[in-house]
């Protein structure tokens, strides 16, 4: 499985897909968008901060792990960092595989492993 | 030996540091480090220790480990 991690401070431009193979029959997108509300408050946004260099090996880790119960072909993952306003992309993730199921069910898994085990952090405000 | 911790979130406000030089022995555990940095410090059952990017357990001795971190509970997406 072909895997790109990027952690970014700028807004996040998806690149368009290049499909590694001609086998591949299904693209899947997932973006993360920062709400306005926060525990019914409004907020300018949310403020990130990783480890990055553990959060990077955590995502390498839970990908091949992710890969092996369900083959993918490719998986892009964005996280940016810093301020990101309300209404601006805070995650982006594409997963392709051959089939819908396996990017299905690595899209879901991914991003819950994302928010239990992966040091990135966010707060409310600059 | 020389250990390098660091601090995230709202750990790094509780400790008031990023990043600290500290001298230690392979012997000592996490949580005895954070004993002696931060007596006052008490990691609860929700944060979790780090040793060279990996997580660890609080009782294991570092060895030759050269960074520690705090991870108190994840929130990324």
Request: overall charge negative; glycine content about 6%; proline content about 8%.
């Amino acid at each position: 499985m072909k895997t790109r991690i990027e952690f970014t401070r700028s807004p996040i431009v998806p690149p368009a897909p290049e499909f590694s193979s001609s086998e591949i029959g299904a693209c899947l997108e997932f973006a993360g968008i920062v709400r306005e509300l926060e525990n019914g408050n409004k907020i300018p946004g949310l403020f990130y901060e990783a480890y990055e260099p553990m959060a990077t090996a955590q995502l390498e880790k839970i990908l091949a792990e992710l890969g092996t119960k369900n083959p993918c072909d490719e998986v892009l993952f964005v996280h940016r960092l810093d301020f990101v306003p309300v209404g601006e992309v805070s995650l982006f993730v594409r997963v392709c595989s051959r089939h819908r199921g396996p990017a299905l069910a690595l899209m879901g898994e991914l991003i819950e492993r994302l928010k239990a085990d992966v040091p990135v952090w966010k707060r409310a405000g600059k | 030996m020389k250990i390098t911790v660091l601090t995230f979130a709202q750990t790094r406000t509780q400790l008031g540091f990023a990043e600290k030089s500290f001298e230690c022995e392979p012997t000592e555990t996490p949580r005895e480090i954070f004993r002696r940095l931060a007596p006052h410090f008490d990691p609860g059952k929700t944060v979790r220790v780090a040793v060279n990017q990996e997580y660890a357990d609080w009782d294991r001795p570092v060895g030759e480990a050269t960074e520690l971190a705090l991870i108190p509970p994840v929130s990324g997406g």
